[in-house]
């Protein structure tokens, strides 16, 4: 059974940072590719980051490039997400999902979700 684990979240002020965890079981973690979504309270879930199988392509939603940066260790079984200059509307629950193959930009694309974790950046 595939189990997804985001750890990481809290509350920051704006400005500050947070690095996400995703730990991944049950599955042959270097053959998928994965990715972070987050929802916001009243909103859509929405696409943040994603990075292929090997770890050498990432992509970025626009209103994080710059800012979010999503690495994976396939020897760890764990995909991270770096958060800098955190700003208030960043606050969402933020979800690691896994997709066997290819990368994927949209919610359709992705087998395995985990519970998620929140992350509140406000004053």
């Known amino acids: 059974q595939v189990h997804l684990v985001e750890s990481g979240g809290g509350l920051v002020q704006p400005g500050g940072s947070l690095r996400l965890s995703c730990a991944a079981s049950?599955?042959?973690?270097?053959?998928?590719?994965m990715g972070w979504f987050r929802q916001g309270p009243g909103k859509e879930r929405e696409f943040v980051a994603a990075i292929n199988w090997h770890g050498d392509s990432t992509y970025y939603g626009d209103s994080v490039k710059g800012r979010f940066t999503i690495s994976k260790d396939n020897a760890k079984n764990t995909v991270y997400l770096q958060m800098n200059s955190l700003k208030p509307e960043d606050t969402a629950v933020y979800y690691c999902a896994a997709r066997y193959g290819g990368i994927g930009r949209t919610n359709y694309e992705y087998d395995y979700w985990g519970q998620g974790t929140q992350v509140t950046a406000s004053s």
């Open positions: 049950g599955l042959t973690f270097s053959g998928y590719s």
